[in-house]
C-alpha cells in the first residue's frame, strides 16, 4: 500500500453512488418485471437456488472487499478521498471488486427472480458504473499516487476473468462448450453472463 497526497479536489467526482445506482436498476427491473413478466429460464432449473448462490457470492465479495479498505484505513465512499493504494485481499485479483460484487447481485437477482428485465437493466448500470464511476476512479488515483498506482494497474486488472470465453445466453438451454474451462482434472463452470467491465483493463 502507498500513501500520496495531492492539491486538487481530493475525491473522485462519480456522478453517482453506487449503491444508488444499484438500488435503482433492481428496483427498476423488478418494477418492469411486476408490470410484463419475461422469464427466461428453462422449468428444470432450480432457479431460486441458483439465484441465491450468484447473489450471495457477489454479496461475499462486497462485503470483503468493504473489509479490506476498512482494515488499510481508507474510505469506501466515492464522495471522500483515497488515502492509500490497497492491494490487499481480493484487490490482489481485482482493482473494482465491490463493482464486481454488484454485477454478481444483480445477475443473482434475475436468475432468483426469473426475469429477463433485471438482465436488461444491467446494460444501463454498465455505462453509469464504468464511464461515471470507474473510469472517474482512475483518473483520479493516476493523479493523486502517479506512478504507485499506475504500476498497481500493471499488475492489476479490473478483473481476473479476462481469460474467459465470453459466453452466449441460450434461452432456456445450457451454455455452450466454451463456457466451460478445464482447471486441471476439473471443471470449473463460470457464469452465463459476465459484465463487460469484467473484459477490460
Not at 428453462?42 to 462486497?62: K, N
Not at 469506501?76 to 464486481?100: A, C, D, F, L, M
Not at 438482465?119 to 482512475?138: D, K, M, Q, S, W
Request: aromatic share 10%.
Amino acid at each position: 500500500m502507498n500513501d500520496a497526497g495531492g492539491s486538487f479536489r481530493d475525491s473522485p467526482g462519480a456522478v453517482v453512488r453506487p449503491p444508488i445506482a444499484w438500488a435503482v436498476e433492481a428496483l427498476s427491473g423488478l418494477v418492469l418485471d411486476a408490470l410484463y413478466p419475461l422469464p427466461f429460464l428453462s422449468a428444470a432449473m432450480p432457479a431460486g437456488w441458483s439465484g441465491a448462490i450468484v447473489f450471495l457470492a457477489g454479496l461475499g465479495l462486497l462485503v470483503w472487499a468493504a473489509a479490506t479498505l476498512r482494515r488499510a484505513g481508507t474510505r469506501i465512499q466515492t464522495v471522500q478521498p483515497t488515502t492509500t493504494i490497497v492491494n490487499e485481499g481480493p484487490y490482489r485479483y481485482s482493482r473494482n471488486p465491490i463493482y464486481v460484487g454488484m454485477f454478481l447481485g444483480l445477475i443473482g437477482l434475475s436468475l432468483g427472480f426469473d426475469s429477463l428485465w433485471l438482465l436488461i437493466t444491467l446494460v444501463p448500470f454498465y455505462f453509469v458504473i464504468r464511464n461515471g464511476v470507474v473510469a472517474r476512479e482512475e483518473v483520479y488515483l493516476e493523479r493523486k499516487f502517479d506512478d504507485a498506482y499506475r504500476a498497481y494497474k500493471t499488475r492489476v486488472r479490473r478483473c481476473r476473468a479476462e481469460s474467459v470465453p465470453p459466453c452466449r445466453l441460450r434461452w432456456h438451454s445450457e451454455p455452450p462448450d466454451n463456457c466451460f474451462r478445464q482447471q486441471g482434472a476439473s471443471t470449473v463452470r463460470v457464469g452465463l453472463l459476465v459484465p463487460p467491465i469484467l473484459h477490460s483493463r
